[in-house]
């Protein structure tokens, strides 16, 4: 038995779905199901007993605490954070009681649990952290990619909140002794994902005929993970990781955002070509730049690689060919999670600009 925090979210609906598919242990889906927290991502889990989704909070110390005691995971794994670099410019107060102050209750939880248990299943017990390749900060052009050994330097409230909760995670091992073991990882990109973020947005928007809203110059680089990738890394970091260490996740697909949208709109004017024959790049606008926007990122990924065998399955263009084949297979999922506040959030935030 494992329990899973946020895992009804993009990532974590896809760990609990890989999962339940690869074995049989039982995953107890604690989900605050927020906005960004979507069942339908898990509906085909519905009548499967192997999967328990509860709703409730990380910080709910009396209810975490609960789970644990009746079904004595052998390890804990964390998805469970706001993750909207946008949203946190709007509103950071919410980033820091989730991403921190959740984060330290959850701690507390799964140190008052796993300090009771007898030896054997205190020794194999893990508690897993997931988080973002942003709480390194910005990198220049030319510079190398970033390492596990980089000083944390986040530039956003989102990812202060994210490097806040690491330290945390960190300092609860060397402190208490927990287990722990945390991943960063760099942008995902696959099913399931909140059409907030800049590939599904794409997407949704190229369907509906409307603008594709680009931020700035389009030249900010990241490096591009497809999520089940991402998935196969954190059972193996779960399943062999060495206790207190930081495991960087990417795929090795330095892409700059334009490229991205561009390549998107070759795919669609392929897949589902629109009924103008006009090519879905001309929808392409350029809205004002972000305030404080990390220019580039990129994971080096060598160390999980080297100690734990494990490298990303998918390019970025077999990928990035699943990802759009996905939303034009799931038109019901897509029109379903696109709620009224949602709309408003979308009009709100990539207003037209120069």
């Keep these: 038995m494992i329990l899973v925090t946020g895992g009804a979210g993009f990532i974590g609906a896809n760990f609990v779905l890989d999962w339940l598919a690869l074995n049989d242990e039982p995953v107890i889906n604690l989900d605050k199901l927020t906005y960004a927290g979507n069942t339908e991502?898990?509906?085909?889990?519905a009548q499967d007993a192997r999967h328990t989704l509860v709703q409730g909070d990380i910080g709910d110390r009396v209810l975490v605490s609960s789970l644990l005691a009746r079904h004595q995971p052998r390890a804990v794994v964390n998805f469970a954070a706001e993750s909207h670099v946008d949203r946190s410019i709007h509103g950071p107060g919410e980033f820091i009681q989730t991403n921190i102050v959740g984060t330290f209750n959850l701690l507390e939880s799964v140190?008052?649990?796993?300090?009771?248990?007898?030896e054997a299943p205190k020794e194999v017990f893990r508690f897993l952290h997931v988080s973002t390749d942003e709480v390194y900060g910005s990198?220049?052009?030319?510079?190398?990619?970033?390492?596990?050994s980089n000083h944390l330097e986040p530039n956003s409230p989102y990812s202060a909140s994210k490097a806040a909760s690491d330290h945390l995670v960190r300092a609860?091992?060397?402190?208490?002794?927990?287990p722990v073991l945390t991943t960063n990882c760099s942008n995902n990109y696959g099913p399931y994902h909140f059409p907030e973020k800049l590939i599904p947005l794409m997407i949704v928007n190229a369907l509906a005929g409307k603008l594709?809203?680009?931020?700035?110059?389009?030249?900010?680089?990241?490096?591009?993970?497809?999520?089940?990738?991402?998935?196969?890394a954190i059972r193996r970091v779960l399943e062999a990781g060495r206790l207190g260490e930081t495991y960087n996740v990417g795929g090795w697909n330095e892409k700059a955002n334009l490229e991205i949208v561009h390549t998107v709109?070759?795919?669609?004017?392929?897949?589902r070509p629109r009924a103008d024959g006009k090519p879905y790049q001309d929808q392409i606008t350029s809205v004002t730049d972000r305030p404080g926007h990390d220019r580039r990122y990129a994971i080096?990924?060598?160390?999980?690689?080297?100690?734990l065998g494990w490298k990303p399955l998918e390019t970025f263009e077999s990928g990035i060919r699943k990802t759009v084949q996905w939303y034009l297979d799931n038109p019901d999922w897509v029109a379903h999670v696109q709620s009224?506040?949602?709309r408003q959030w979308v009009q709100k935030q990539y207003h037209s600009g120069g």
């Design 300 to 307: 080096d990924a060598r160390k999980l690689e080297r100690e």
């Design 172 to 178: 609860w091992h060397h402190t208490y002794g927990l």
């Design 111 to 118: 140190r008052g649990y796993w300090q009771g248990l007898s």
């Design 265 to 271: 709109c070759h795919l669609l004017d392929e897949l």
């Design 340 to 342: 009224g506040a949602y």
């Design 41 to 45: 991502s898990l509906q085909s889990l």
């Design 212 to 232: 594709l809203p680009v931020y700035g110059d389009g030249l900010q680089i990241r490096d591009w993970l497809y999520v089940k990738d991402h998935c196969s």
């Design 139 to 148: 990198l220049a052009k030319d510079d190398p990619a970033f390492t596990e």
